[in-house]
């Protein structure tokens, strides 16, 4: 369908011009994805990228051999408080160069010590590759944040879609398993429950970037036959949710994924876990990421990263 904004009235301007003619991602196949990954880093080539203290790539031990991750360092100053960072992209697509912007940015704006980690794709590697991936970073993070000027008693995790997704599991594994301890998470859209049936995956059907054909279509590929009900993959349907560290979550309106944020936030507030959650009503799935070319997002990126700020300084 073509984008039409006078379907999506509290817009901001400047974003309804961005989407004009952008094309909505066709659903994930074994053959569809290699297109929708070059268009992927294509576009992030054009990226504003603004400069940092100091960017390392290092890999660190995972699962199955090494699991690249990028840390971006926004200041000389030490210990600094530190998110771990899973990129969206449905799982199946982004890497730590397309996120590569808006990690720069939660650097600078948020200042922590960013890790960004370049987990396994679906569908050639579908769950739990991904999961096991990123744990095992922020495992990894959680016991040598000193080694690479972090402190070890202020570790968040986060992402954005799918990204965000990894993290909030990840802290369900953590408290499952016995370990590591994070401070914060930070879900930013994340993706909840891969058999949704709440109203905005209609009312929100063919939003544009990701529609809900699209999104049903990565998790279908990340899923790859597992019960998606299982809270590893779902976490709304997770039975106990106590014990997870703080959360903020960012909760654009125009998302077919809307009505999956609000669960999510009242069901941690109902097993005891602090919620921020922080609606924008105007805004689409990603629209962090068009800080550079979007006031309103850059406005928003601020908030949230001030957010975050406060939780990882805050005793």
């Excluded at 507030?269 to 009503?281: H, I, L, M, S, T």
């Amino acid at each position: 369908m073509t984008f039409d904004p006078n379907d999506y009235p509290l817009l901001p301007a400047e974003l309804a011009a961005v989407m004009v003619g952008v094309p909505t991602m066709p659903p994930v196949t074994a053959e569809s994805v290699r297109a929708i990954r070059e268009h992927a880093r294509v576009a992030s080539a054009r990226q504003t990228r603004s400069e940092v203290h100091r960017v390392e790539g290092r890999t660190l031990p995972g699962p199955d051999g090494g699991v690249p991750v990028r840390v971006y360092t926004p200041s000389p100053a030490t210990p600094l408080p530190v998110l771990v960072f899973g990129h969206g992209g449905g799982w199946c697509m982004c890497d730590i160069d397309t996120h590569d912007a808006l990690c720069r940015e939660i650097a600078n704006r948020a200042e922590v010590l960013v890790v960004s980690v370049d987990y396994r794709l679906a569908p050639e590697n579908p769950y739990p590759a991904g999961l096991e991936d990123f744990y095992a970073a922020a495992s990894w993070v959680a016991e040598h944040a000193a080694d690479i000027g972090g402190d070890p008693t202020r570790v968040a995790v986060g992402g954005d879609s799918a990204g965000a997704n990894l993290a909030t599991v990840t802290c369900l594994a953590a408290r499952d398993r016995g370990g590591p301890t994070f401070r914060h998470q930070l879900l930013a859209y994340p993706g909840l429950d891969a058999v949704s049936q709440r109203a905005s995956w209609t009312e929100m059907a063919h939003a544009p970037m990701v529609s809900a054909e699209t999104a049903r279509s990565m998790w279908a590929a990340y899923t790859a036959g597992h019960d998606p009900r299982d809270p590893y993959l779902s976490p709304v349907h997770a039975s106990d949710l106590s014990g997870l560290p703080p959360a903020i979550i960012v909760a654009p309106g125009y998302d077919h994924g809307r009505d999956d944020f609000e669960a999510y936030a009242v069901a941690l507030a109902k097993a005891g876990v602090e919620v921020d959650f922080r609606p924008y009503p105007g805004m689409l799935h990603g629209f962090l990421s068009y800080f550079a070319a979007v006031p309103a997002c850059s406005r928003a990126l601020d908030e949230v990263c001030a957010a975050l700020r406060k939780a990882l300084t805050t005793d």
